[in-house]
């Protein structure tokens, strides 16, 4: 589907073309009508919630629109405009076209003549897809066993992590079952990843501020009631992801330890996963376990060990837990108790001057390397071609 944003100052003008657009239902998805040029960050805003492939573009206001072109290109290589608009004389065919437009639609738009355009946009998105900057900055959360305090590492590193950052970064429950970050951080939100998941296909810059919470610095996304029955398919959890990518320069997870499909996704797409157990014997023989079964998914080589609740004389080794479980230890940290119990009563983050907070800070500082984020472009899906019943080889040819 081929992801299509209007923006039009005129609002019959640009309800005519939405209309056209739904003519081809199946093949162009309509994100959004914008009814005005909208300025630089709130453009910013709009393609970073949707990533349109193409923007149509009205030319009623020759300047606006010639900025506007400027900005999109300043935004996302790749990305197709087609202009638009009530007439098209000279002048408008002039100033698109030196904008570096290429097609033109005026109203009324007629089935072929969009038909014509999108096929020409197509084209062109084929040999260089949009690409729009998207971080790679995701670590996730596994506990090896239930208990092993993998939920109060994940919010206290993502609260050090974020301080001084305020907003980049978002902290996401996925413990369907039995998340805990909305008790923890005394969140009052209604809403949580059940709806996201839900909205994921419509996600956008207005419904996204209505999901999450911002506590500690961060945003935070959390798992809601209880709903074992809560269905979470692939293609949600990724366009979630897709959308989240966009909009944070970085991602924490918190899992169950129940390895469902949807974490496994998270954990593909995560730059680092961190297997949280204690230096006993039952969570060091899950973590072995669970190493094993992250072997066959092809990610143990981002998987290290967190190893928590330290005591001052643990029974094992870092070296004998290494090797024990067949994973580094990325770091340590110590039990606790008082400061860790002292933070879940007042719904606070763990104080930065305790041990366990000192060593969540040095743990956050040295997590995220200041590496640009990635660019992603969107792979076209064989279906639009076959909508137009044109071969992508043909198309090629044509061109
Ligand atoms: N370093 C620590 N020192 C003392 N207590 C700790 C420490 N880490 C966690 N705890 C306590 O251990 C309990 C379990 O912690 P937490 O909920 O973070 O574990 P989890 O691995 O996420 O569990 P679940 O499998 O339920 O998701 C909590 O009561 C928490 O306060
Ligand atoms: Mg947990």
Same mark, same amino acid.
């Given at each position: ?32 009508v914008?009814?005005?040029?909208p @300025?630089?960050s ?6 970073r919630a ?10 009623? @206001? ?8 400027r ?14 608009n ?6 408008h065919?002039?100033e ?16 072929e003549t ?13 040999k ?30 993502s ?15 996925? @413990? ?18 059940? @709806? ?12 996204w ?5 911002s ?18 398919e692939?293609?949600?959890v990724?366009s979630?992801?897709q ?10 997870f918190?899992?169950s330890?129940?390895?469902e ?15 949280v ?18 072997k ?5 080589s ?14 094992f ?7 024990l ?22 719904g606070q ?40 019943n044109?071969g992508a080889?043909?198309?090629a040819?044509?061109?």
């Amino acid at each position: 589907m081929l992801r299509t944003i209007i923006i039009s100052p005129e609002p019959g003008i640009g309800e005519r073309l939405g209309e056209a657009l739904s003519g081809f239902d199946g093949a162009v998805q309509l994100c959004r009508v914008v009814d005005k040029y909208p @300025d630089g960050s709130e453009l910013a805003r709009i393609l970073r919630a949707h990533a349109p492939e193409v923007i149509f573009l009205s030319f009623e @206001d020759t300047q606006r629109a010639v900025a506007t072109v400027r900005y999109l290109e300043s935004q996302s290589a790749g990305l197709q405009i087609i202009a638009f608009n009530a007439v098209c004389d000279a002048t408008h065919l002039r100033e698109s076209m030196r904008a570096g437009v290429r097609e033109f639609l005026t109203d009324p738009f007629d089935e072929e003549t969009v038909r014509d355009a999108l096929r020409n946009v197509n084209m062109q998105l084929q040999k260089k897809p949009p690409v729009y900057e998207s971080t790679n900055q995701i670590v996730s959360f596994l506990p090896s066993k239930a208990g092993a305090g993998c939920t109060t590492l994940a919010m206290n590193i993502s609260a050090a992590m974020a301080r001084g950052k305020e907003g980049t970064l978002l902290l996401t429950d996925l @413990d369907l079952n039995s998340g805990m970050l909305r008790f923890l951080m005394k969140l009052a939100n209604e809403y949580s990843l059940s @709806d996201a998941v839900e909205m994921s296909a419509a996600m956008d810059e207005n419904i996204w501020p209505q999901l999450i919470t911002s506590k500690f610095g961060m945003d935070v996304l959390h798992a809601g009631r209880v709903n074992p029955n809560i269905r979470v398919e692939p293609t949600q959890v990724q366009s979630l992801i897709q959308f989240m990518r966009r909009n944070y320069e970085a991602l924490v997870f918190d899992m169950s330890g129940n390895l469902e499909r949807y974490s496994i996704e998270v954990m593909q797409e995560s730059r680092r996963v961190f297997l949280v157990c204690t230096p006993e014997i039952p969570s060091l023989h899950l973590a072995r376990e669970k190493m094993g079964f992250l072997k066959t998914l092809g990610v143990d080589s981002k998987v290290s060990l967190l190893l928590n609740r330290v005591q001052k004389k643990p029974p094992f080794t870092v070296a004998q837990v290494e090797e024990l479980v067949g994973a580094t230890v990325a770091a340590s940290f110590s039990n606790d108790y008082f400061a860790v119990s002292r933070a879940t009563t007042a719904g606070q983050a763990l104080d930065p001057q305790s041990v366990i907070g000192q060593q969540c800070a040095a743990f956050a500082a040295g997590l995220f390397d200041r590496r640009p984020p990635v660019a992603t472009g969107e792979k076209k899906s064989k279906k639009f071609l076959e909508y137009f019943n044109v071969g992508a080889q043909q198309l090629a040819s044509q061109d």
